[in-house]
């Protein structure tokens, strides 16, 4: 069983950033895909961002594209997730999680094994 924690959420005014970390308890971490997600106020859980094991793809939802950056050190056991240009709509609980298996489509909600507890992003105006 793999342990998710992410670290990083808070408080920050439109057009700002944030960096959020995602650490994972095992080495097993390496061979996984890992993906960000993001749940909103009202709303249902969504896609935001997934690498693959190597590094080497990476999957944005169009919402994010050109401002957020996914990238991982498997040395760390960890991912994060760069966040730039902030706004108010891109706040929400946001979710690292993990895929035991490596699949062409990164952005399936179901298909993933592991889930961290969340950490909280607010964008105020």
């Known amino acids: 069983q793999v342990q998710l924690v992410e670290s990083g959420g808070g408080l920050v005014q439109s057009g700002g950033s944030l960096r959020l970390s995602c650490a994972a308890s095992e080495r097993t971490f390496s061979r996984y895909a890992m993906g960000w997600f993001r749940q909103g106020p009202g709303k249902e859980r969504e896609f935001i961002a997934a690498i693959n094991w190597s590094g080497g793809r990476t999957s944005y939802a169009d919402s994010v594209k050109g401002r957020f950056t996914i990238s991982r050190d498997n040395g760390k056991n960890s991912v994060y997730l760069q966040m730039n240009s902030l706004k108010p709509g891109d706040t929400a609980v946001y979710y690292c999680?993990?895929?035991?298996?490596?699949?062409?489509?990164?952005?399936?909600?179901?298909?993933?094994?592991?889930w961290g507890q969340g950490t909280q992003v607010t964008v105020s105006s």
């Open positions: 999680a993990a895929d035991r298996v490596s699949r062409a489509d990164m952005t399936r909600i179901d298909a993933y094994d592991y």
